[in-house]
């Protein structure tokens, strides 16, 4: 079993117009000092299963189903408070826009004293070292000084440091970075996916890493899970994901990213549509009305909802086509098409 | 932060400059205005009896005659330095603050004011206090069940706290609670906490929750709706996601944001009460400011009424600036602008 073991994780939402299936039955599983990358467009459950993976859905309308196992523990049924004290002490999350994600009226060293002093019985000044030391370690110039200012004193960039600066305040041994660079400058984010993943080493811990940009987990995942409509569609080594991708959702989003090392020839190839709605999923493979191979399925697309079965080598892919279809497509008609991008 | 203290104190001296001027020209100006010679505003100062010669005298004596700028000038040297009022048989002194004498006790204004501040402050704290206490815990509490019974029965008592006029109230509750159970005291008494405060504080009980239920009302409904708001802030789900107990999440991280607004409202309540809560205090025959006042305007008593307008208006400003302070210290955002 993997440091971190989800298992047929559900989330749904009882809500007036019907049953939000915001995730429906989602496995997967990250080891310590491994990073997952998990893929996916707006709406698709990412942020969900990221909250909760930290119990942040508890005692809420939400509900929940499968396993979590961390660390040899389940959460799903453990107590609420017993959750809490693992939050922020042996998971952290980072967020995605560290404005609002900060509270305005204290100074973000009190945020990170905070934090600290939630799991450590130690004084405000042993507190308050830390979290100048914290500052310092992801690059925070004059941490004594800016301990004191306010978020609202602090760059963009700055604010995602002294973010992940509390995440990981209490060295916690899984992190989830949920969309952790979308918020920022170009120029930043580069900066900020090389901490974490420095830090990630230092520390050894597993990190998640929820984005909707597959260049962002391209540089640092290990293992990547494709999302759609609350399920996994393609999980997968990073290789397997782009370089042996079988999902035509997949290929929709490696068509979708921007290419800097090549010639911009043509136009990116983006998916056509826009995501399902979670109250009312297409029938069958929720992703066929946006899939241009919808017909080679024998009529299946609308009417049962493919397995995510094993290609290869724990590469998984929920897709009706025949694997050898799948395979010849990419090579003869997407591959050539997204190396020309 | 310097800076904006200064600012703000020059701002409450001016605001205060204009009241009075706005007030003398009320009292003053306007009835001149409206035709009123020297000699008709002299004949408020002196009895029925009086010969024409007699008003004219006290006329020129009062300075009615007088340019309006001087006229100012002297009310607020009266104000700040005292006056003197030349009888002819002798000369009073009015002490700074000087608003004037009575026409109806010929008793000085300022000291009668002094004399019934503690019974409206013991009023205005004391209510304030349980309003403050219960309409913040009751708007937190029905935030956080949102839709629950408790949240709706809260709700609609809090609509009726705002409906229902304070003479409505006080009578309601007199009738029940002191003439028919008898737990409280019928009203009309005030004994001065330095006497004997467990006294002061059972003469004052039902006015103080009479007054504290119309205002407890505003701020829990107020402190819903900021709660409702803030408790779906980003903020909140990282003061969770820290393993933060719920209760200090929403007490340190909810609460704290939503209480700018609270702190605003509040600052002119309470400024605006401590100047003279008349409706309660003639409710209840409290001998208060506002009760003063009251009675000064029925027998159209020209200096008690201008010298009770200009204290009160005082207070209202002094407590808008104190939250303008505590608005830099609880919002940090503020101190940059």
Not at chain 2, 4 to 13: D, E, K, N, P, S
Not at chain 2, 69 to 79: I, N
Not at chain 2, 181 to 206: C, K, M
Not at chain 2, 213 to 236: H, P, Q, V
């Amino acid at each position: 079993m993997s440091f971190l073991d989800v298992k047929d994780l559900k989330i749904h939402f009882p809500t007036d117009d019907g049953l939000v299936k915001s995730v429906d039955g989602l496995s997967f599983g990250v080891e310590r000092g491994k990073t997952l990358g998990i893929v996916g467009e707006s709406g698709s459950g990412k942020s969900v299963t990221s909250l909760g993976v930290l119990g942040l859905h508890k005692g809420g309308r939400a509900k929940l189903s499968g396993e979590i196992w961390l660390d040899g523990e389940e959460l799903i049924s453990a107590s609420a408070e017993h959750v809490r004290g693992l939050r922020g002490k042996k998971m952290a999350m980072i967020f995605q826009d560290p404005l609002s994600s900060m509270h305005p009226f204290y100074t973000v060293g009190h945020q990170i004293i905070e934090a600290y002093r939630i799991h450590h019985k130690v004084t405000k000044q042993v507190a308050r070292k830390h979290a100048i030391d914290m500052l310092g370690r992801v690059g925070i110039p004059e941490p004594a000084r800016r301990v004191d200012s306010y978020p609202h004193e602090f760059s963009g960039g700055m604010r995602q440091r002294a973010m992940i600066a509390m995440a990981l305040s209490c060295d916690p041994e899984l992190l989830i970075a949920d969309e952790p660079t979308t918020a920022l400058d170009v120029t930043v984010q580069a900066q900020i996916l090389d901490l974490m993943v420095d830090l990630q080493r230092e520390f050894n811990s597993a990190l998640i890493i929820i984005t909707h940009d597959l260049g962002v987990v391209a540089q640092v995942s290990d293992d990547i899970l494709v999302m759609y409509g609350g399920k996994c569609v393609e999980y997968g080594s990073a290789d397997d994901i782009f370089y042996r991708p079988e999902h035509p959702y997949t290929w929709g989003l490696l068509g979708s990213m921007p290419r800097l090392d090549r010639e911009p020839t043509e136009r990116l190839l983006p998916i056509k549509g826009s995501p399902p709605s979670l109250i009312n999923v297409p029938p069958g493979c929720a992703f066929h009305p946006r899939c241009p191979y919808a017909e080679r399925t024998d009529g299946k697309a609308d009417t049962e909802v493919p397995d995510l079965a094993e290609t290869e080598g724990g590469h998984l892919v929920r897709c009706h086509m025949s694997r050898t279809e799948r395979r010849t497509l990419w090579e003869t008609e997407i591959k050539p098409v997204l190396e020309t991008q | 932060m310097l800076t904006y203290i200064i600012r703000r104190l020059i701002g409450a001296f001016a605001m205060l400059i204009v009241i009075s001027m706005v007030t003398f020209g009320i009292f003053f100006v306007v009835p001149q205005w409206a035709g009123a010679t020297p000699e008709a505003m002299a004949s408020r100062y002196v009895g029925r009896a009086a010969t024409p010669e007699t008003v004219a005298l006290i006329a020129e004596r009062l300075g009615f005659n007088d340019p309006v700028a001087v006229q100012y000038g002297r009310f607020m040297k009266g104000v700040f330095a005292g006056a003197e009022y030349d009888y002819g048989a002798g000369v009073e002194q009015c002490p700074a603050p000087c608003f004037g004498y009575s026409f109806i006790s010929g008793q000085p204004v300022w000291p009668e004011l002094v004399n019934r501040m503690p019974v409206t402050f013991s009023l205005a704290i004391g209510a304030a206090v349980i309003w403050v206490l219960a309409g913040v815990s009751v708007g937190v509490l029905s935030a956080l069940r949102r839709g629950s019974f408790f949240d709706r029965l809260s709700m609609g008592t809090a609509l009726a706290g705002v409906s229902l006029p304070i003479f409505f109230t006080g009578m309601i509750s007199l009738v029940v609670f002191s003439y028919g159970l008898g737990w409280t005291a019928p009203g009309g008494a005030y004994v001065p906490f330095t006497q004997n405060p467990a006294l002061w504080a059972y003469d004052l009980l039902l006015p103080w929750i009479t007054l504290a239920f119309l205002f407890a009302a505003g701020y829990a409904r107020l402190t819903r709706a900021g709660m409702l708001e803030t408790m779906g802030e980003d903020y909140i789900r990282t003061a969770r996601a820290k393993g933060l107990r719920e209760r200090e999440v929403v007490v340190k991280h909810g609460l704290r944001a939503a209480l700018t607004p609270i702190l605003t409202l509040f600052g002119i309540d309470f400024g605006l009460l401590i100047g003279g809560a008349v409706l309660t205090e003639t409710t209840y025959t409290l001998p208060g400011l506002g009760q003063y006042a009251i009675l000064a305007i029925r027998n159209q008593d020209l200096p008690p009424v201008m010298g009770f307008v200009l204290v009160a208006a005082t207070f209202v400003v002094i407590a808008s600036l104190i939250v303008d302070m505590l608005y830099a210290v609880v919002d940090p955002r503020v101190r940059l602008s």
